[in-house]
């Protein structure tokens, strides 16, 4: 029992560790496994994963430019890519 109990308090001190790791870090949630990625919906429930990004050329039908990002969602992801598509390209706009 009093093995049990130490085994329980090490863990204590572990898990406060990390949650103080998250703490200064500014982070919500971390992979331990894989740092720069976030638990995010799918269509098949939850998963570690990243988002994909591509910019196509309309004419040719070729990806221009990509991105991975950690970002749940594609809301702040367009201007991004279409400056880098533009880049890509050598288009002005």
Do not use: C, W
Not at 27 to 46: D, F, I, N, W
Not at 66 to 77: H, P, S, V
Request: aromatic share 4%; glycine share 8%.
């Amino acid at each position: 029992m009093a093995a049990a109990i130490e085994a329980l308090k090490a863990q204590k001190l572990r898990l406060q560790g990390q949650a103080e790791e998250l703490a200064a870090g500014g982070l919500k949630q971390l992979v331990v496994s894989e740092p720069e990625a976030k638990l995010m919906r799918t269509p098949h429930g939850h998963a570690v994963a990243y988002n994909a990004q591509i910019a196509v050329d309309a004419k040719h039908k070729l990806i221009a430019a990509f991105d991975l990002t950690n970002e749940g969602n594609d809301y702040r992801q367009l201007h991004p890519m279409a400056v880098q598509g533009k880049q890509a390209v050598g288009a002005d706009k």
